[in-house]
């Protein structure tokens, strides 16, 4: 029997004149009253963590721009360019080329693309999904008129390969220069009416004539490996592609659907979020509409649905068995995309994985640390030959999928990936992972940091010839490498005593941290960037790399380094509200760290910037454009992450031990809830709700039985569980058992 829930769907998806009429009020919709023109600005994306396709709607012509993120140009030892891998169009057999009551959706609830219009007296619906179990985009077509659709079908090689159609069949196959095959299939079903393959001036394609519905089940691969030993090479896509068709083309249309709504899901409703009462008739204008009235008036809504948009699109870029979200999560259009489309090792990789572990998405960060460890040892060939009797290794700032890397040699870089290392242990408490995964890769980072620094006459460890990025001299002691060094020695620690391991070295390692050199605080009351008080108050550089400590660090704090984080504080206000995209989203995140949630909350509404054009600008030209991508501008999705990330900051924060509950919340947020959040010790917040800035109801499941500390900004009530007065807060300190639920009231 087919489930109530999946009937409904359905119904709703296949009822023209419903849909066509409905009032938009889902707090989980982007959506548009006409066809996108501009991939960048316009087009919505969908993804299963490895193909992902960018949809513009069209009626006259479906055009859907096409990436597997595993086609690259480079090797080991080039960098190389992500690549575009294709687009698939459909031309739409109309005499009258007028149409009405468009619209296009992307509803994260389901991450199910659909499209409606009414064209000749007929009403179309389109479905598009991209499903993660299935290993397939599903394109759905539908009408409420019988041989509605006549139309061509056809696929365009962002490699100019040929084009092939055989049965009901349209396919390419091609071969880069570093000998990376490829191959993209789709399989076209029709009900009803009739489909021969024709050939023209834009080369063969499947034309169709009075279907009833089209179906088209499409896939792509490469032979891509994240195995050094088998030369990254592996099965030929078209075995992979056959059996990935074969066995999705066995299956109903409805139980493709319901798998790929079953398994997103499973994900994305972990975490549920309402800021504020909201005004829900903002769900009944577009996207872009909304954007253009945020700075007249509020959008809460806009908020939490920006919030929620970052969640879908780690989904949607980054799935277990894959490779990391990029600069542009999976998404790109050319084949020389802005930065190659990269992995950069300064900030942005790292910052597309803050908000994995914090709203509840685990699982979603398993593709960065299985990166880190496929590429460890082309690294340490490359950091031995740069650096000389060093162990274990480091990275350059800009890197591919093979270990390749260009730019600038960029000496703390394994150290923050090795943040993410801990982090994923410190968020699951995972003994097994600890031991076998992640503590040898961060023991021999930190072997590179041992045998790097420099010890001066007095003790003091020094990085040397460290740089600020992305600006600044090249020179001992800076900042922002003292700082990454001294969370990597902070995290082998731990990781050492947990396991009970390596005692003489952790000891050294623990003797090493102590000599660091430490942050200082400058003349005009600022953190100092460099050893040397040289920093510029009018500076408004968009990298604040010496804040590193603040955020995603935790060596400054406005607890335990009361004076430090004051000096963060003055370097940020003078710094400026105004950057680039992702550099704003860091920006949230440090002003949550420092507690303040209304300048967090200024900063939010800045990132909430309407964007036009695609051209790049490193100053003050930073936003989004109206189907919410980030704007550096050009696209970077970390601000996209880096935004969800922030807000999960204003509304919790674990990093010094304790639960710390509404640390940052804005004024305007006075009232809300949020169902879902992870916590450090493996904690789920399975229910938080606030009303005047206070907490009225507070459920914490502990998943590992660790002990709990919680901070509260208000008197909180729990039988058995006593209070004390810290500060202006108060706190809560108590033993938990696993699977055990604690309220609050």
Known sequence: MMPCALLLLLSLSFSSAIFAQKIETSPLLLWDNKPATTWMTEAYPIGNGRIGGMIFGGVNQEHIQFNDNTLWTGDENDRGMYQAFGDLFIDFDQKDKNFTAYKRRLNLADAIHTIAYTQNGVNYNREYFCSFPDKVMVLRLSANKKGAYSAAIRLKNAHQGNITVSGNTIQFVGKLSNGMSYQATALVKIENGSSKPVKDDDGEKLKIDNADAITIIFTGATNYSNKRGQNWKGEEPAPKIAAILKQASAKPYINLLGSHVKDYQTLFNRLSITLGSGDIKNNNLPTYQRLINYKKSPDLGLESLIFQYGRYLLISSSRKGGLPANLQGLWNETNTPPWGSDYHSNINIQMNYWLAEPTNLSECQIPYLDYINSMREVSAIATRKQYPNTRGWTVKTENNIFGGMSFLWNTPGSAWYAQALWEHYAFTKDKDYLKNFAYPIIKEIAEFWDDHLKRRPDGTLVSPLGWSPEHGPTEDGVTHDQQIVYDLFTNYIEAAEILGIDQDYKTHIADLKAHLLKPKIGKWGQLQEWETDRDDPKDQHRHISHLFGLHPGREISTIKTPELAKAARVTLTARG?????????????????????????????????????????????????????????????????????GISEMLLQSQAGELQFLPALPDKWATGSIQGLRARGNFEITNLQWKDGKIVKLSIKSLSGEDCIVRSPNVLKSKGITEKKSGKDFTYSFKTQVGKVYNFE
């Not at 992702?582 to 990132?607: E, P, V």
């Not at 964007?611 to 919410?628: C, M, P, R």
């Open 577 to 645: 509200d105004e950057s680039t995209g992702w550099s704003m989203a860091w920006k949230m995140n440090f002003w949550a760290r420092l507690q303040d949630g209304n300048h967090a909350y200024k900063i939010l509404q800045n990132f909430i910037t309407p964007v036009g054009g695609s051209g790049t600008d490193y100053n003050k030209g930073g936003g989004i454009y109206s189907n919410l991508f980030c704007a550096h501008p050009p696209f970077q999705i970390d601000g996209n992450f880096g935004y969800t990330a």
